[in-house]
């Protein structure tokens, strides 16, 4: 089983900048995929970035201004968010694969005003 925590999501500005950190209970190099998911009211959750195998993806709406990483040494997983927008604001989640179940972190809200 793996736990995951994220953390850093708060209020700001629109332009702004935020960084979310997800930290694991296991090895991440032992996760199958991991990456930010994001569920904004009365929408369906999306992926935002996605960083397995030390490969980077990302969502269209955030390429440019977010970006993901990993600190193996502190199994955390971190989305660097820069000049946010009104319409990013969402539940951030982490989610993990691994050992052949899906995970969540309890999501952590960022809130971007205008």
């Known amino acids: 089983q793996v736990q995951l925590v994220e953390s850093g999501g708060g209020l700001v500005q629109a332009g702004g900048s935020l960084r979310l950190s997800c930290t694991t209970s296991?090895?991440?190099?032992?996760?199958?995929?991991i990456n930010w998911y994001r569920q904004a009211p009365g929408k369906q959750r999306e992926l935002v970035a996605d960083?397995?195998?030390?490969?980077?993806t990302y969502a269209d709406f955030v390429k440019g201004r977010f970006t993901v990483s990993r600190e193996n040494a502190k199994n955390t997983m971190t989305l660097q968010m820069d000049n946010l927008k009104p319409e990013d604001t969402a539940v951030y989640y982490c989610?993990?694969?691994?050992?052949?179940?899906?995970?969540w972190g309890q999501g952590t809200q960022v809130t971007v005003s205008s």
């Open positions: 989610h993990a694969l691994y050992m052949g179940y899906e995970y």
């Open positions: 960083i397995t195998s030390g490969f980077r």
């Open positions: 296991v090895s991440i190099f032992s996760i199958n995929v």
